[in-house]
């Protein structure tokens, strides 16, 4: 048997550098506004922000210029959420997803309920890695409601993309503008193809 003792533990990511994120602001720029996680990046451009001395006004302001845009594209993207929700509640076809999640919130099983995907901020390179959940419904913009921890018991891996109902704790980061999962159980209520799935 393996001593767990002696194991040597993953090491640590390291903390990103001004490249580092300005590489990830290159992909999220590229991104549309339904994918793109606008406030993540701004926390740790923030993050870095904080760390770099006062007398380094030429970068302050570089970094500033770059949580500026993403706070504006931020806001456009949560106007344009507004909008579709204004649509979404005078259509009633819109209403299937709803009405399917709110029979699950009536049950009062899960936490949080959304679509697990891949995070391209927390990718695991340069800070930990973690999967987010997006929202599925409020308009045709979802936008990201919680980060999740990589858990082997939970499988996260096999349900991205999918909808899936969370059994656990939904805590605030005091680091951060985002709500971090703390999950027990991960059920897949929607597969890919917009089927139900089934969980033992």
């Not at 300005?22 to 994918?35: D, G, M």
């Not at 949080?112 to 995907?117: K, P, S, W």
């Not at 390179?125 to 979802?142: A, E, I």
Request: charged share 25%; hydrophobic share 35%; no cysteine.
């Amino acid at each position: 048997a393996t001593d767990a003792a002696t194991a040597t533990p993953a090491p640590a990511p390291k903390g990103p550098t001004l490249m580092d994120l300005e590489r990830t602001f290159e992909v999220i720029r590229r991104q549309s506004p339904n994918e793109a996680e606008y406030q993540a990046l701004i926390d740790e451009f923030r993050r870095f922000q904080n760390a770099v001395e006062p007398s380094q006004t030429r970068l302050r302001n570089q970094i500033q210029g770059r949580i500026d845009w993403l706070e504006m594209k931020l806001e456009i993207a949560e106007y344009q959420r507004k909008l579709e929700d204004m649509k979404r509640t005078a259509d009633s076809q819109s209403r299937d997803v709803g009405t399917k999640l709110a029979e699950l919130e009536r049950q009062r099983q899960y936490a949080i309920v959304g679509r697990l995907l891949p995070s391209t901020v927390y990718d695991g390179t340069n800070l930990p890695l973690m999967y987010r959940l997006q929202s599925v419904t409020g308009g045709m913009v979802p936008r990201t409601i919680g980060y999740l921890k990589p858990d082997p018991a939970l499988d996260l891996p096999t349900k991205l993309n999918q909808v899936v109902g969370i059994i656990g704790e939904v805590k605030m980061d005091p680091g951060m503008t985002l709500n971090m999962i703390s999950a027990q159980r991960v059920d897949v209520l929607q597969s890919t193809d917009g089927g139900p799935a089934r969980n033992p």
